[in-house]
């Protein structure tokens, strides 16, 4: 029961029920199960249906950036604030970001003889599988569904144990249009849905331009099929397979032959469907675990969150949401496909609430769990989306700020990388490229892929790297400054008054020089490890040698602005400023204990326990945060509270708490963001291990609650596979490491409570070198009893 997702209702929030299905999905589509009993909805989604889009000519407006930093530097940033905002407007520039489209429903209708009982909606991770089950006088039914990644097509069957047989009405017909937040929308055009034999075809017209659509082949095992106008009608069967392939751009009439001729090609035998599709997903799934053996696994997601509302979060919860965040990402991401989006691959909202890629925040939450998680290959469907996108990203850097390289903007969406959201915080915010080029770095370091380093990460990187060699000016100093900046989305201290909330157009925000250090640093190892780009290696270190030092306020935290005309402003859900301590390695309690601990403080002053500044991914942050700080209780205490305010039913997170609970910020609407299920997973392997190349912490952040468990393998950076199987109340912990390729030395940094088995208790957690090569190492090391 532990990778089973169960509910005991179905979907119920009245105009939005898509925000309560159990999602099922493929990476490239996605399946969404309402469960009712009489009228069956089934959300369809494909990742390259977007619409809405718009991306005009952008004017070029870097002529006015010595004015912006003109004023910034005489202390007028409200004046320099919308200057290159207005200027955009002001040149005809009228971008629009591009929303996902829901494709369709699956649409069932069944009879009902008697009213039902033993209702159960569950979703098995393991396999994808969702299902529904209930009784109907003697007859138990079931209809159980996944998205196949082997044969790209959605599977659903309809089976019966007891003496009534299946009758059924099924069409393939457009998305409720009541999903929509606000009016004037212009929806899909030209339906047309059309039934023969054992087929439905169904397409609509997308505004942007081409024909969008699907065809389900219904076949059953007893009774009749009958084809009506709008859909097929099943009287006395025995069971019902329904599979269905989509199909997102191209003319109706070709695609339909197309698709049909590819369903008639597959063999109607659900376990014969499944079989390949669970071998590749389980793949994925089981690459790692985490086991607290918790008691309560048997109970339903609602009997656990009520729960978890009562004050401490069952452990089985931890693990079950661990496990559904792995399982999202692997639903939505393939190498070969579109990167997870916040709403992943299960919207059904019309013009969806900030249903784009996010890269100040939230993409990258998204795939923080995928490298220490086992999953490295899902990363690669980001970074196709960027390279995709490169001369968008080079045309910004030009038109925006005159600028050689790249210039991600915070979102962007498949259709374009153009910058679209002419905000000022959006347009000052210079960190996307080289926030992504962490995660190419990563990627090799975890994987050892030197090709990949050589063809892929360090043009990339040296992309961004670029872009800062022309936008950083040097002070009187001798320091770079940065100029305009944004530290995401914050306002500082000194412009944080109740008649003005945001003002967000600053200079030196400390997050800008932590990533452009860490890329710098990471293109000199780079370079120096694939021996290319070496001549560039003395620029790079002049760079580095320009960025200032951070900067700590009176209050012993690290300032999120340095410089002198921005003071702090605690009240925020962002915690950019801490990105040297995580999710970068730069500053460690080993490597610089007081800048570490200037760190925390910046962290503790985020205000959790105040709350109202908070959101659903921002707990899930803090979590990950206070892990890397080696605060495992912290860190388990906000994923208590992000399960008490932004968790569904269904285990979706939100952005916020939309009941007037007192958590988070007051909105009258929340929106799904699946970032925070994604970082929870990471949250979680951040207690477990931090890894630096040649070194391993093992269980740095470990809840004094978890007292027995097992995780692993996870990957560290630099190749190393690691289990761990601990018990405190045995005193034991059971290490198991494996290099990923070839033999190296590495050292490990123990729990403060442990030491090697049988040897001086002064070792406790000191650095123990070891050798590891491909074949498994086993160590024991000794707990004491009641710590972590």
């Given at each position: 029961?532990?990778?089973?997702v169960?509910?005991?209702?179905p979907a119920?929030?009245?105009?939005?029920l898509?925000?309560?299905?159990?999602?099922a999905?493929?990476?490239?589509?996605?399946?969404?199960?309402?469960?009712?009993?009489?009228?069956?909805t089934?959300l369809?989604?494909?990742?390259?249906?977007?619409?809405?889009?718009?991306?005009?000519e952008?004017p070029?407006?870097?002529?006015?950036?010595?004015?912006?930093?003109?004023?910034l530097?005489e202390?007028?940033?409200?004046?320099?604030?919308?200057?290159?905002?207005?200027?955009l407007k002001?040149?005809?520039?009228e971008?629009?970001?591009?929303?996902?489209?829901?494709?369709g429903d699956l649409?069932?209708?069944?009879?009902?003889?008697?009213?039902?009982?033993?209702?159960?909606?569950?979703?098995?991770?393991?396999?994808g599988?969702v299902?529904?089950?209930?009784m109907d006088?003697?007859?138990?039914?079931?209809?159980?569904?996944?998205?196949?990644r082997?044969?790209d097509?959605?599977?659903y069957e309809?089976?019966?144990?007891?003496?009534?047989?299946?009758?059924?009405?099924?069409?393939l017909q457009?998305?409720?249009?009541?999903?929509v937040?606000?009016?004037?929308?212009?929806?899909?055009k030209?339906?047309?849905?059309v039934c023969?034999?054992e087929?439905?075809?169904?397409?609509?017209?997308?505004?942007?331009?081409?024909?969008?659509g699907?065809?389900?082949?219904?076949?059953?095992?007893?009774?009749?099929?009958?084809?009506?106008?709008?859909?097929i009608?099943?009287?006395?069967?025995?069971?019902?397979?329904?599979?269905?392939k989509?199909f997102a751009r191209?003319?109706?009439?070709?695609?339909?032959?197309?698709?049909?001729?590819?369903?008639?090609?597959l063999e109607?035998?659900?376990?014969?469907?499944?079989?390949?599709h669970?071998?590749?997903h389980?793949?994925?799934?089981r690459?790692?675990?985490?086991?607290?053996?918790?008691?309560?696994?048997?109970?339903s997601?609602?009997?656990?969150l009520?729960r978890?509302?009562?004050?401490?979060?069952?452990?089985?919860?931890?693990?079950?949401?661990?496990?559904?965040?792995?399982y999202?990402?692997?639903s939505v991401?393939?190498?070969?496909?579109?990167?997870c989006?916040?709403?992943?691959?299960?919207?059904?909202?019309?013009?969806?609430?900030?249903?784009?890629?996010?890269?100040?925040?939230?993409?990258q939450?998204?795939?923080?769990?995928?490298?220490?998680?086992?999953?490295?290959?899902?990363?690669?469907?980001?970074?196709?989306?960027?390279e995709?996108?490169m001369?968008d990203?080079?045309h910004?850097?030009?038109?925006?700020?005159?600028?050689?390289?790249?210039?991600i903007?915070?979102?962007s969406?498949?259709?374009s990388?153009?910058l679209?959201?002419?905000s000022p915080?959006?347009?000052?915010?210079?960190?996307?490229?080289?926030?992504?080029?962490?995660?190419?770095?990563?990627?090799?370091?975890?994987?050892?892929d030197?090709?990949?380093l050589?063809e892929r990460?360090?043009?990339?990187?040296?992309?961004?790297a670029?872009?800062y060699e022309?936008?950083?000016?040097?002070?009187?100093?001798?320091?770079y400054?940065?100029?305009?900046?944004?530290?995401?989305?914050?306002?500082?201290?000194?412009?944080?008054?109740e008649?003005?909330?945001?003002?967000?157009t600053?200079?030196?925000?400390?997050?800008?020089?932590?990533?452009?250090?860490?890329?710098?640093?990471?293109l000199?190892?780079?370079?120096?490890?694939?021996?290319m780009?070496?001549?560039?290696?003395?620029?790079?270190?002049?760079?580095?040698?320009?960025?200032?030092?951070?900067?700590?306020?009176?209050?012993?935290?690290?300032?999120e602005?340095?410089?002198?005309?921005?003071?702090?402003?605690?009240?925020?859900?962002?915690?950019?400023?801490?990105y040297?301590?995580?999710?970068?390695t730069?500053?460690t309690r080993?490597n610089?204990?007081?800048?570490?601990?200037?760190?925390?403080?910046?962290?503790?002053?985020?205000?959790?326990i105040?709350l109202?500044?908070?959101?659903?991914w921002?707990l899930?942050?803090m979590?990950?945060?206070?892990?890397?700080?080696?605060?495992?209780?912290?860190?388990?205490?906000c994923?208590?509270?992000?399960?008490?305010?932004?968790?569904?039913?269904?285990?979706?997170?939100?952005?916020?708490?939309?009941?007037?609970?007192?958590?988070?910020?007051?909105?009258?609407?929340?929106?799904?963001?699946?970032?925070a299920?994604m970082?929870w997973s990471?949250?979680v392997?951040?207690?477990?291990?931090?890894?630096?190349?040649?070194?391993l912490?093992i269980m740095p952040?470990?809840?004094?609650?978890?007292?027995?468990?097992?995780?692993?393998?996870l990957?560290?950076?630099?190749?190393?596979?690691?289990?761990?199987?601990w018990?405190?109340?045995?005193?034991?912990l059971d290490?198991?490491?494996?290099?990923?390729?070839?033999s190296?030395r590495?050292?490990i940094?123990?729990?403060?409570?442990?030491?090697?088995?049988?040897?001086?208790?002064?070792?406790?957690?000191?650095?123990?070198?070891?050798e590891?090569g491909?074949?498994?190492?086993?160590?024991r090391v000794?707990?004491?009893?009641?710590?972590?």
């Amino acid at each position: 029961m532990k990778h089973i997702v169960a509910m005991n209702y179905p979907a119920s929030w009245w105009r939005s029920l898509w925000r309560e299905a159990l999602p099922a999905g493929n990476g490239k589509i996605g399946a969404a199960v309402y469960g009712g009993v009489h009228e069956e909805t089934i959300l369809l989604n494909h990742e390259d249906l977007w619409w809405g889009g718009r991306a005009p000519e952008m004017p070029d407006v870097s002529d006015l950036l010595p004015e912006v930093r003109r004023l910034l530097h005489e202390g007028d940033a409200p004046k320099a604030d919308r200057i290159l905002a207005d200027a955009l407007k002001e040149r005809g520039y009228e971008p629009k970001m591009a929303s996902p489209l829901p494709l369709g429903d699956l649409k069932l209708f069944m009879p009902l003889r008697k009213a039902f009982r033993r209702y159960r909606r569950t979703l098995n991770m393991e396999t994808g599988e969702v299902a529904v089950t209930w009784m109907d006088g003697d007859t138990r039914y079931e209809r159980v569904l996944f998205v196949s990644r082997h044969d790209d097509a959605v599977v659903y069957e309809i089976r019966k144990l007891g003496p009534q047989p299946i009758e059924a009405r099924l069409s393939l017909q457009p998305h409720d249009k009541r999903d929509v937040r606000r009016s004037g929308i212009v929806f899909p055009k030209h339906e047309e849905i059309v039934c023969e034999g054992e087929y439905i075809f169904y397409a609509a017209f997308n505004p942007d331009g081409a024909d969008f659509g699907g065809v389900a082949r219904v076949v059953t095992r007893g009774g009749t099929n009958g084809s009506r106008r709008n859909g097929i009608a099943v009287k006395g069967a025995e069971s019902v397979l329904v599979i269905v392939k989509l199909f997102a751009r191209g003319d109706r009439k070709a695609e339909w032959s197309r698709l049909a001729a590819e369903l008639s090609g597959l063999e109607p035998s659900y376990d014969a469907l499944l079989a390949p599709h669970a071998a590749e997903h389980g793949r994925l799934f089981r690459a790692m675990d985490f086991d607290l053996m918790a008691e309560g696994r048997e109970l339903s997601n609602e009997e656990l969150l009520l729960r978890a509302y009562q004050g401490e979060m069952p452990d089985a919860l931890a693990e079950k949401m661990w496990a559904y965040g792995r399982y999202l990402l692997i639903s939505v991401s393939r190498a070969e496909g579109q990167p997870c989006h916040l709403y992943g691959l299960w919207c059904g909202d019309y013009d969806a609430v900030w249903a784009f890629h996010m890269v100040n925040e939230n993409l990258q939450m998204i795939y923080w769990q995928a490298l220490s998680g086992h999953m490295p290959e899902l990363l690669l469907a980001v970074f196709n989306y960027m390279e995709r996108l490169m001369d968008d990203f080079r045309h910004n850097a030009r038109r925006l700020y005159g600028c050689r390289g790249i210039y991600i903007p915070a979102p962007s969406a498949p259709d374009s990388g153009k910058l679209k959201h002419l905000s000022p915080h959006i347009i000052h915010w210079t960190g996307g490229a080289g926030w992504i080029a962490q995660h190419y770095y990563d990627y090799y370091l975890h994987t050892g892929d030197v090709a990949f380093l050589r063809e892929r990460a360090l043009p990339f990187m040296r992309e961004a790297a670029l872009f800062y060699e022309d936008f950083f000016t040097v002070g009187d100093d001798g320091y770079y400054i940065s100029s305009p900046s944004n530290s995401p989305e914050n306002t500082p201290g000194n412009y944080w008054t109740e008649a003005r909330r945001s003002m967000e157009t600053t200079m030196n925000a400390t997050m800008d020089f932590a990533i452009a250090k860490e890329l710098l640093t990471h293109l000199i190892e780079g370079a120096q490890a694939a021996g290319m780009f070496t001549e560039h290696i003395p620029q790079w270190r002049d760079m580095l040698g320009r960025i200032p030092p951070y900067l700590i306020n009176e209050d012993g935290a690290v300032k999120e602005w340095m410089h002198p005309f921005f003071t702090d402003n605690y009240h925020h859900r962002h915690e950019s400023h801490a990105y040297p301590v995580f999710p970068g390695t730069e500053v460690t309690r080993q490597n610089d204990p007081a800048l570490f601990a200037a760190f925390v403080t910046a962290i503790e002053k985020r205000l959790v326990i105040g709350l109202k500044e908070q959101s659903g991914w921002s707990l899930a942050h803090m979590a990950n945060n206070y892990a890397r700080m080696g605060k495992g209780d912290q860190a388990l205490g906000c994923l208590e509270i992000l399960a008490r305010s932004c968790v569904m039913n269904n285990l979706f997170t939100l952005h916020n708490d939309w009941r007037g609970m007192g958590i988070g910020v007051d909105m009258d609407w929340a929106p799904v963001q699946l970032d925070a299920n994604m970082g929870w997973s990471s949250a979680v392997q951040e207690m477990l291990l931090f890894s630096v190349p040649g070194e391993l912490h093992i269980m740095p952040a470990l809840p004094s609650r978890w007292t027995k468990g097992r995780a692993g393998p996870l990957l560290a950076r630099g190749g190393v596979e690691c289990c761990l199987d601990w018990n405190v109340e045995e005193e034991r912990l059971d290490l198991t490491l494996r290099s990923t390729g070839g033999s190296k030395r590495i050292d490990i940094v123990l729990p403060t409570s442990a030491a090697p088995a049988g040897e001086d208790s002064d070792l406790q957690g000191k650095l123990q070198a070891v050798e590891i090569g491909e074949e498994p190492l086993r160590m024991r090391v000794t707990l004491k009893r009641g710590s972590s």
